[in-house]
Structure formats: C-alpha cells, structure tokens
C-alpha cells in the first residue's frame, strides 16, 4: 500500500486541524520535546471561541502559547505530569498549570482508566517512514495509552525530532492519524549540561566508590545526576549498562569514552534503554536512528519489578531536602510546587531490590536562601508543607559531599545518627538537639 497517499489525504494546515477542539474538552500533549507546539500556537489563536479547554502535559519545553494567550484564565488551563522548569514559571506567573500527582510508571495506566479521557491528543513527531510509521523521537513515555483515549489523532511533522528506534509503543502509524502538520521544523529545545561542581564532584566519589564493573545505570533530573554519570565517563568502570527513563549527555559522555556495553544486562542485553531524552544537539543526533539505542513506554522502563530483575541496578536521583526519619522531599519548598514526584519512587524500589542494587538520592548539604542565610537541607523535619517524594521505608542510600547515609535496617536513633554524619558540620549540634526532642537519640550514638 501506497502511505505517502493516506498521508497526502491527512495533510492540514495547523490552523484547520485545530478546528476539532470544542470548549470543555481535555487535550492530551505528548511528552517532553515531543508536546505541541505549532498545533498550541494555532489553538491560541482561537482563544475567543473556546472556553475552558483543559490541555495535560508532561515536561513541557516548548512555549505554552494558549496559556500566554489567556492571562484571565477564562478558556485554557494546563494540567502537568511533572513540572519541568518552564513549566514552573508559568506556574508561578499564571497560576494557572496544576499538577497531576503519579508514579512515572503508572501515567500509562491512569491515562487509560483514571484521568478525564482525553479527546484530542496532539504531538511533535520524526517524519514518516516507508512504512507509514511517525517515531515518538525523545518522548514515548506515554503517548500510546492517551491515542487510545482519543477521538482525534493530531501530528506535527518536525524535521529535526530523531527518529528513536524501540522498543515497544515508540511510534504510530499512518492509520492510526487523523490529521498530519507539517510545521516550520524549528530547532529543538535543549538542555545543557552545567559543569560539575566541587561539591558534584565529592558527591560523585561517593557513588563511584560504591559502584562494579557491569553496574546498570539511571540518572534522574538535576545536574548532580547528570554531573555523577559526567564523571563515571572519566572513571575505571567498565562494561556498564543503560535503563533509564530520561537519556541525558552524560550517557552519551560515557558511551564515548568505551564504559557502556550492556554485555552483562539481565534483559534488553546490549541495549541502552530509555523513555526519552532531553539535552544538546549532538545527544539528540546520537539517538537518531541509533540501533543501540532502545525507547520504551514507561510502565515498562520504570516498572519496580523489571528493574529489580537487572542485577547491580544503581539508580541515581536528586532531592531537594530529608529528614532525620529519612523521609526525601523532592518536589516541593514546603506547599510551592517545583518538580514531581516522576520515577524517583520507582526507581529507589526496584534498585533495591535488584541483586547487588543500590539506590542513591543525592544533595548539597546546604543551601542559600533568598535573604542569603546559609541551612542545611537536612533537617530534624521536613518543612511544612512539603511533600514526601520517597518514604523512609522506601529510602535506601543518602549523599551529599560529606558521605553516605545507608537508611535499610537501621531504627529511627540509628537513621538519625547517619544522616547527622552527612550533614553539614555546623548545623550537627543543632540536629542532635532536635533529635533528642524527637526521641530518636541515644546518648552512646556517635558522629565521625
């Protein structure tokens, strides 16, 4: 069958394809940089006609024109799966994006059969095949579970979205369309790198000393995830493996300098698996039509028991505070929302239980606030407010430049006492204190 006539029989303008949004309906974006971004510029241009028209996102990083569009906030409010840092500012600016709490890897299954069906899915995909097939690119995370909600099938063409090779649910097929755009194919956003930090660096070692030879590895959002793999390329390790839901340069770093193989992978041997990808340039061209390279949904990538089943699994995230409990806060500052709660759970629980796994959530001791007082991130309780990224039955190894607080096994004194010893030195006799308000203190507990 001829593809490029069903094809040809599909092509609109943005601007007609936009025509089926009704007021009240939910729209359903695709993830990271594969999310409308032409399609939403025509959407806005209809501001006047709709009203209250609900738009779910994940990560978005393309401008959110229909939200620029309506600062009354009478016909468009957006909804997010997780907040990335544009995200954020229109949260803060608009007050009119609202989270969507989740565990990564269900989004799939509450897109199917818990959250408001979606009418429209629209999304920015690689160009079509021979075979009639659109590649997801950078964002597969979740795309297939919202088309099978929809009654329209909306995609904008961009010429510079790689083509990702899965996989499984990493592309769509012609048939499966309802409308094709061709856009203007602007660049990509991306995200570079900032270098690593002295502290990134103490971190880093931390990590690395603790890590094999043949370890399978997933870095989270933030730069000291991505600064830690930065510094893994320039270590002894070997013959390292890849699954992770976000694919970042500090994998292509290592891919470089000859650290990943995959050769001792459990599943999915020799293959670095991802759910998508946000970073430079030359990231987004090593993924393109790269065999080694494989993108999946999420409820596989960051299914607990698939990444429990690779052996010496280590997973690394960020966080932004921790208690003496050994509860992790990683997405807000007290109620002001900043990130999500993404794969962190996910990926803490299925590490641990990996043979040989172990689960790492990383910090700066401290931090400067606003009126520039210096405080310690770790403190006796979270701050009001804050929410609970990963519970303390669920957190396993603790960082910052001081070392490593390993929380499985240990009662509450003894978790106390470990993350003490982590803590910045100057707010230690401050915490001690507060724990033995809390009673979990033994006067025989001792700080290196």
Same mark, same amino acid.
């Given at each position: 069958?001829?593809?490029?006539?069903?094809?040809?029989?599909?092509?609109?303008?943005?601007?007609?394809?936009? *025509?089926?949004? *009704?007021?009240?309906?939910?729209?359903?974006?695709? /993830?990271?940089?594969?999310?409308?971004?032409?399609? #939403?510029?025509?959407?806005?241009?209809?501001?006047?006609?709709? /009203?209250?028209?609900?738009?779910?996102?994940?990560?978005?990083?393309?401008?959110?024109?229909?939200?620029?569009?309506?600062?009354?906030?009478?016909?468009?409010?957006?909804?997010?799966?997780?907040?990335?840092?544009?995200?954020? *500012?229109?949260?803060?600016?608009?007050?009119?994006?609202?989270?969507?709490?989740?565990?990564?890897?269900?989004?799939?299954?509450?897109?199917?059969?818990?959250? *408001?069906?979606?009418?429209? /899915?629209?999304?920015?995909?690689?160009?079509?095949?021979?075979?009639?097939?659109?590649?997801?690119?950078?964002?597969?995370?979740?795309?297939?579970?919202?088309?099978?909600?929809?009654?329209?099938?909306?995609?904008?063409?961009?010429?510079?979205?790689?083509?990702?090779?899965?996989?499984?649910?990493?592309?769509?097929?012609?048939?499966?369309?309802?409308?094709?755009?061709?856009?203007?194919?602007?660049?990509?956003?991306?995200?570079?790198?900032?270098?690593?930090?002295?502290?990134?660096?103490?971190?880093?070692?931390?990590?690395?000393?603790?890590?094999?030879?043949?370890?399978?590895?997933?870095?989270?959002?933030?730069?000291?995830?991505?600064?830690?793999?930065?510094?893994?390329?320039?270590?002894?390790?070997?013959?390292?493996?890849?699954?992770?839901?976000?694919?970042?340069?500090?994998?292509?770093?290592?891919?470089?300098?000859?650290?990943?193989?995959?050769?001792?992978?459990?599943? #999915?041997?020799?293959?670095?698996?991802?759910?998508?990808?946000?970073?430079?340039?030359?990231?987004?061209?090593?993924?393109?039509?790269?065999?080694?390279?494989?993108?999946?949904?999420?409820?596989?990538?960051?299914?607990?028991?698939?990444?429990?089943?690779?052996?010496?699994?280590?997973?690394?995230?960020?966080?932004?505070?921790?208690?003496?409990?050994?509860?992790?806060?990683?997405?807000?500052?007290?109620?002001?929302?900043?990130?999500?709660?993404?794969?962190?759970?996910?990926?803490?629980?299925?590490?641990?239980?990996?043979?040989?796994?172990?689960?790492?959530?990383?910090?700066?001791?401290?931090?400067?606030?606003?009126?520039?007082?210096?405080?310690?991130?770790?403190?006796?309780?979270?701050?009001?407010?804050?929410?609970?990224?990963?519970?303390?039955?669920?957190?396993?190894?603790?960082?910052?430049?001081?070392?490593?607080?390993?929380?499985?096994?240990?009662?509450?004194?003894?978790?106390?006492?470990?993350? &003490?010893?982590?803590?910045?030195?100057?707010?230690?006799?401050?915490? &001690?204190?507060?724990?033995?308000?809390?009673?979990?203190?033994?006067?025989?507990?001792?700080?290196?």
């Amino acid at each position: 069958m001829n593809w490029q006539d069903e094809y040809k029989r599909k092509l609109v303008t943005a601007e007609e394809a936009v *025509k089926v949004v *009704k007021s009240g309906d939910w729209i359903e974006y695709g /993830f990271g940089l594969t999310s409308a971004n032409e399609l #939403d510029k025509a959407l806005a241009a209809r501001k006047d006609e709709l /009203f209250d028209v609900k738009i779910r996102v994940d990560l978005g990083v393309w401008p959110h024109y229909t939200l620029e569009a309506d600062p009354d906030g009478n016909h468009f409010w957006w909804h997010s799966w997780h907040f990335s840092g544009l995200d954020r *500012k229109y949260y803060d600016t608009t007050g009119k994006m609202f989270y969507v709490p989740m565990k990564f890897n269900e989004c799939p299954m509450m897109t199917r059969k818990d959250v *408001k069906p979606n009418r429209i /899915f629209m999304a920015t995909v690689a160009p079509m095949d021979k075979h009639g097939y659109f590649s997801f690119g950078a964002g597969a995370a979740a795309s297939m579970a919202a088309i099978e909600n929809a009654e329209y099938v909306i995609l904008e063409v961009n010429q510079n979205m790689p083509r990702v090779l899965g996989g499984n649910q990493e592309c769509i097929h012609i048939s499966q369309v309802t409308y094709v755009v061709e856009g203007s194919n602007p660049p990509l956003p991306t995200l570079n790198p900032a270098p690593p930090t002295e502290i990134d660096v103490k971190i880093a070692e931390h990590i690395i000393g603790l890590m094999r030879d043949g370890s399978c590895l997933q870095l989270g959002i933030g730069g000291i995830p991505n600064a830690v793999g930065t510094l893994v390329a320039r270590s002894d390790l070997q013959d390292l493996g890849v699954h992770t839901e976000m694919y970042v340069d500090a994998f292509l770093e290592m891919t470089k300098a000859g650290k990943i193989t995959g050769k001792y992978k459990n599943i #999915d041997r020799y293959k670095q698996v991802m759910s998508f990808a946000l970073g430079t340039q030359e990231l987004y061209a090593f993924i393109d039509d790269n065999p080694g390279i494989a993108s999946y949904s999420v409820d596989y990538v960051n299914n607990p028991a698939v990444i429990a089943s690779i052996d010496n699994f280590v997973s690394i995230n960020a966080c932004l505070e921790v208690d003496l409990f050994g509860q992790i806060c990683s997405e807000s500052v007290g109620t002001r929302h900043i990130s999500g709660t993404g794969g962190q759970l996910d990926f803490a629980e299925g590490a641990y239980k990996s043979r040989g796994g172990q689960s790492f959530i990383c910090m700066h001791s401290t931090y400067t606030g606003k009126d520039g007082q210096v405080m310690s991130r770790i403190k006796p309780i979270l701050t009001p407010g804050a929410v609970v990224t990963t519970p303390r039955t669920a957190s396993h190894k603790i960082v910052t430049e001081f070392g490593v607080a390993d929380m499985k096994g240990k009662s509450t004194w003894e978790r106390a006492e470990a993350l &003490i010893n982590i803590a910045h030195p100057r707010f230690r006799d401050e915490l &001690i204190k507060e724990a033995e308000k809390m009673k979990i203190w033994r006067r025989s507990n001792r700080l290196n």
